[in-house]
């Protein structure tokens, strides 16, 4: 015989700035046993394949891209074979991603600004990257944490929009409004996993139609007004 799960929770808010750290804590500790080992799922080999994987990525799945980057990256082995290439033969390598004429421009400018300002090595500071041609604030986050390890900010995609509200870690619905929210509250080391195991989260529970709460281990301490209560 199944066993019948819990039929979610209804949870009250934290009161003072105290019970609200004690929340923070348990979210990150049960984030932490769900999600212990995350990675970044664009495949790559090195920090400039991450860089364009995560251009790539953009209104995007990170399955589609991981689909399109080996035939890419062997048509185009080398940043210097990116800078050169054809726009329009580019844009259609990359078609399947979408947006693909401003991705293929973006990519092509990528590479021309990193072998000319940077001798071919994609920057490791936050201000360098946001000058080259396709990188924001996020692009940014993933290449730099992805392939460095070094922590400037925090990853805001969609997930990490939408299950920081649910988890009332921000008012905001800007990305960079959110960045600034969590970035004051989540541990600095944990600025590069705590986004991946929300956009793990939002993928394997917590999707923006129908949350599987009844499932979900912070379901004790979630106070989402969107929580699915029925099984
Ligand atoms: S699945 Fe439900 S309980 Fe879990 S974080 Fe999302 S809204 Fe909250």
Partial sequence: MTKKATPPKLVSRPKTAAERAARLRK???????????????????NPWELL????????????????????????YPSMSDFARANQAELAQD???????NNKSKALIGAAQKIL????????????????????ARKT???????????????VVDTHVQRLSQRLDLSKHQQPVRIEQDLMKII??????????????????????RKPKCAECKLDP????KDKSLIL
């Fill in 27 to 45: 979210i990150l500790k049960l984030l932490d046993e769900m999600y212990p080992n995350v990675k970044v799922p664009l495949v790559h080999r």
């Fill in 52 to 75: 364009v994987a995560t251009i790539l990525s953009a209104q995007c799945t990170d399955k589609r891209v991981n689909e399109v980057t080996p035939g890419l990256f062997r048509k």
């Fill in 94 to 100: 990359v078609r399947s991603t979408g947006f693909f």
């Fill in 116 to 135: 000319t300002a940077y001798h071919g090595q994609v920057p490791r500071s936050m201000q360098e990257l946001l000058g080259v041609p396709g990188a």
């Fill in 140 to 154: 940014a986050n993933v290449v730099l944490g992805g392939a460095y390890g070094i922590m400037e900010g925090v």
């Fill in 187 to 208: 541990p600095k080391e944990k600025w590069f996993i705590f986004p991946l195991q929300l956009i793990h989260h939002g993928r394997a529970l917590c999707p923006a």
């Fill in 221 to 224: 301490i979630c106070y989402a």
